[in-house]
């Protein structure tokens, strides 16, 4: 399921992925094509500027969070290891328009995809 999920988050426009640690951070803007081998996820091209591998045995449960701001709400599939450690996060951007009105479009791929998966998901 993770895959799948992956699959369907990478062909959106205007996805930022999100890989961070203590000290860097890396960020891979959609959309980008994929491809698993054996436990990797690819996302994107090993050739090309940018990808991200992701090793599917450690991702243990994803979830979409609707973040609160200030101006706006933020919108975002986050991935977790076992140990409840967020290892990639999928932030929907372009979400408003420039008067800050939330693009009705936009928020039903959000809607459209907790819909399939479940707002919290365990793999």
Same mark, same amino acid.
């Given at each position: 399921?993770? *895959? @799948?999920? *992956?699959?369907? $988050?990478? %062909?959106?426009?205007?996805?930022?992925?999100?890989? /961070?640690?203590? !000290?860097?951070?890396? @960020?891979?803007? !959609?959309?980008?094509? +994929?491809?698993? &081998?054996?436990?990797?996820?690819?996302?994107? @091209?090993?050739?090309?500027?940018?990808? $991200?591998?992701?090793?599917?045995?450690? $991702?243990?449960?994803?979830? #979409?969070?609707?973040?609160?701001?200030? @101006?706006?709400?933020?919108? !975002?599939?986050?991935?977790?290891? &076992?140990?409840?450690?967020?290892?990639?996060?999928? #932030?929907?951007?372009?979400?408003?328009?420039?008067? %800050?009105?939330? $693009?009705?479009?936009? %928020?039903?791929?959000?809607?459209?995809? +907790?819909? %399939?998966? !479940?707002? /919290?998901? &365990? #793999?």
């Amino acid at each position: 399921m993770l *895959l @799948e999920l *992956l699959s369907d $988050i990478v %062909k959106i426009q205007d996805i930022l992925f999100i890989v /961070k640690s203590n !000290s860097a951070t890396s @960020e891979v803007r !959609s959309p980008l094509s +994929i491809r698993q &081998k054996e436990k990797w996820i690819t996302m994107g @091209e090993n050739d090309g500027p940018a990808h $991200i591998h992701v090793d599917s045995e450690l $991702i243990s449960s994803a979830e #979409f969070i609707q973040e609160e701001k200030p @101006e706006r709400t933020s919108f !975002s599939v986050r991935f977790f290891d &076992k140990d409840g450690q967020r290892v990639l996060a999928a #932030f929907f951007t372009k979400m408003y328009d420039d008067s %800050k009105t939330l $693009i009705p479009q936009r %928020k039903k791929i959000y809607d459209d995809l +907790i819909q %399939k998966f !479940s707002s /919290k998901i &365990k #793999f």
